[in-house]
């Protein structure tokens, strides 16, 4: 399967911003449903938003009003855009893609934050 790549993680204070990028070349991205997943040390992944291909959204309630997930399809990219960020949110974002013919993933991408 054709693997998607994140960009865009790294190191931001507390209160901060961050927009990680997933680009998702090779497959049929305009009927894709694209989700942000992340999973801290220790913990259990974790869904954090998903888009369908009609621009419908969903977010998890810990990141609800602080985060927004997008697309842009003439680019075959999703975005999240994070703000108000905590030291909870530190995990390795990754990205996902699903449509008829297959479930794709990214390597992820570190997000960071200090308190």
């Known amino acids: 399967q054709v693997q998607l790549v994140e960009s865009g993680g790294g190191l931001v204070q507390a209160g901060g911003s961050l927009r990680v990028s997933c680009a998702a070349p090779?497959?049929?991205?305009?009927?894709?449903?694209m989700g942000w997943y992340r999973q801290a040390p220790g913990k259990q992944r974790e869904l954090v938003a998903t888009?369908?291909?009609?621009?419908?959204?969903q977010y998890a309630d810990s990141v609800k009003d602080r985060f927004s997930i997008s697309r842009d399809n003439a680019k075959n990219t999703a975005y999240l855009q994070m703000n108000s960020l905590k030291p909870e949110d530190t995990a390795v974002y990754y990205c996902?893609?699903?449509?008829?013919?297959?479930?794709?993933w990214g390597q992820g991408t570190q997000v960071t934050v200090s308190s």
């Open positions: 996902n893609a699903k449509n008829l013919w297959g479930d794709y």
């Open positions: 888009i369908s291909s009609g621009g419908s959204t």
């Open positions: 090779g497959i049929r991205f305009i009927i894709a449903t």
